[in-house]
Structure formats: C-alpha cells, structure tokens
C-alpha cells in the first residue's frame, strides 16, 4: 500500500459519518412496518423502541419534536407504520430509523396471544404468591437449564465462582429458542427433580432477544411444569424489560441470568466481613467482661477482708465470746431470779405442810381404813385406830 494512502485513512468518527451520510442520500425517507418491542420513554420526552417482523429488527428513535399525536399508544406489541429517514448512532455505530411519524395499526398476534394465556393461568391461581416456594441461602449444588454455549452459562458459571465457590453445578443443555425448546426445557425440569441429582435449586436461562425469539418461555405446559417442580425455579428470561410465562409461574424472576447468579448464591466475601466483625465484637464484648471482673477481684483483693484477714477473725471472735459472756450473765440472772422465787413457794408450801402443825404437839387418829376420824362419835369401843405423832406413830384400840 503507497505510503501516500495510509495518510489518507479515515478515523472511525469519519467513517461512521462518511456511512451515515451515503445512507441518508442513497435510501432518503421511508415508510417501514412491524411490530413495536422494547419501548422506553426517558424523562427527556424522546420515545425508543425496535421495529421488527419475523425475522428481522431495526432500532428507532422518535424524537420530541416530531409529529406526537398518537405517541401515547405506542407500546409493546403494537403494530406500526413509521415513516422516517435512515442514520448511523454514532456511539455504538448501528443504524436506526429517525421516526417524523408513526401511525398504529394494531396490536401484534403474539402479545395478544401472550396476554390471553398469562389470564388464563392467572385465573386457575398458577401465579399465586402463596403457591412460591423460598429459595435457600446457602445451596449445596445448583441445576441451570440453558443453552451450553454463548455467553450466558459463562456468566453464571463465573458469578457464582466469584461469590461463592463451595457450590456445584449441574448444567442441564437444552435449545433456548425455537419449536422444541420448551420441551427440552421441561424434560431439565423433570431430570432435576428426578431425584438422583439432589439439586436444591433450579434456573432457567436465556439471554435477551425479541417475543418471538423468548417464545419458547411462554409455553403452557413449561409453567405447568415449573409449578409441579419439588424444587424452587429461578427464571432468568431475557433482560430486565422482558417477561414471559414462565417468570410468572417460577418461584424467584431474575431481571437477567446474571441477576440470577447473583441471587442464588450468598457473597463469600460479605459472609466473611460479617464473620470478621461478628468475631470482632465476640472478643470486645468477652475481654469487656473479663476486664469486669478482674476490676472487681482487684478491688476486693485490697478490701479490709483479704489485706489483713487475720485481723477479722480475731474481731470476730473477740464478738462471739462477748456474746457467750452476755448469755452466761444473762442465764445466770434468770438461774437466780428463778431461784429466790422457787424458795419463797417452798416456804409458802412448808406453811401448808401438817407435818409442820404435827411439830407443835397435835396429831391426827386415823381409823382401821386410814380415814381420818374428825368426830369421836364415829368410834366404837373395841376399834382400832392409829394416831399420827410428828415422829412416829401409836397404834391404840378404843375402850
């Protein structure tokens, strides 16, 4: 190549610009039919969507100042008539269509399709929350059913290998995408909760693309599946604006299948920090209480009680024989007072003795029976009786 001609090379911005402007002049304005997906309007006013047909899709980009009488029903599904010019997005250098007007025609087969079966299973409770099972926290081994190539099983696979690498997975390859995808996806199903792989989680996985390219998800039968599953389904459908039947009937919607990766799985590294500062604040709070008490055996150790020890048990000592003597003295005042009071009743009983009356000269005559004879009328001569001297006593017969 004539070193010339290397100093003539365009820089891309020229050659994007150079595309952009034989576009323009070689195609001018068109009229353009097909179905609207992807619809997005930013709080700039401007309106984004894809025009596409059945096997093909343009970006279009329906800009503030245009024609907007019929902008509010532009949306997904509808079907549409733009007439516009060709241009290049510089910026990602792909060619889109610059809508001045876009007229609707109807409401694209498919959605309506979509919409009818969504009613349909919603009406028969297939989508009832209480109906979700939980998704564990820490799954031991992990079923993916997607495609084995492209760039979604790699994301997955390297998501979760960051974030948490004591799991195993189980890839399940299926077709994402055309007439026998959805019953490849449900025989995945089947084969996990078979019983012989002990997964404890399923994901379905696909990466974006348009309704019909996601058609396969809509299947009847692939959500009647999914809630039959013994196992809680994750669906990663697609990108975070597309929703088919099945992110309806699974247990957990990710908005992508990287989403989903992140959701399955916890953070090793979260779990670890939180480890790290749960350990932190077990020995701050144990070395807090070990600190505790070794305040307090510190300052019992320089109480009166353990610096001189000796001294209080000879102080108490010293109190139990004080108490001992006040009890003796106390015992021996009531011993006394006991006494003098026993002495004065023995007196008063001595006064009372007739032994004593006896000592002064009398006596007492008691009959053959012992009774004591107070009349001498009662005696007869010849009786015997006994008279009672101070000491002694006379045994007498009366004449």
Known sequence: ??????????????????????????????????EISNHSSPSSGHIYFTLKDETNQVKVAFFRGASRKNSDDLKDGKEVIVYGRVSIYGKRSEYQLIAEEVEVLGTGDLLVEFEKLKKKLADLGL????????????????????????????????????????????VYPVMVQGDQAAGQV??????FNSGDCGVDVIILARGGGSIEDLWAFNDENLAYAIRESKIPVISAIGHEVDFTIADFAADLRAPTPSAAAELVVPDAGELLAGLKTASGRLVSGLTGMVKGYEDRLNRAAKSYGFKKPFDLFHEYVQRLDDFSADMAKNISGVVDSKGDAAKNLAEKLGLLNPLNILKKGYSVVYDDKGGIIKDAGRVK?????????????IEAEVK
């Open 1 to 34: 190549m004539p070193a010339g001609e290397k100093e003539k090379a365009l820089s891309v911005t020229e050659f994007t610009n150079s595309v952009k402007e034989t576009l323009e002049q070689s195609l001018g304005k068109v009229w353009v039919k097909g």
């Open 127 to 170: 989508f009832d929350v209480s109906k979700k099972r939980k998704i564990p926290e820490f799954p031991e081994k992990i079923g993916i059913i997607t495609s084995p190539t492209g760039a979604v099983i790699r994301d997955i696979i390297n998501i979760i290998g960051r974030r948490y690498n004591a799991v195993e997975l189980l």
């Open 186 to 191: 449900i025989g995945g199903l089947r084969y």
């Open 381 to 393: 001569a010849g009786e015997n009786i006994s008279v009672r001297l101070y000491k002694g006593k």
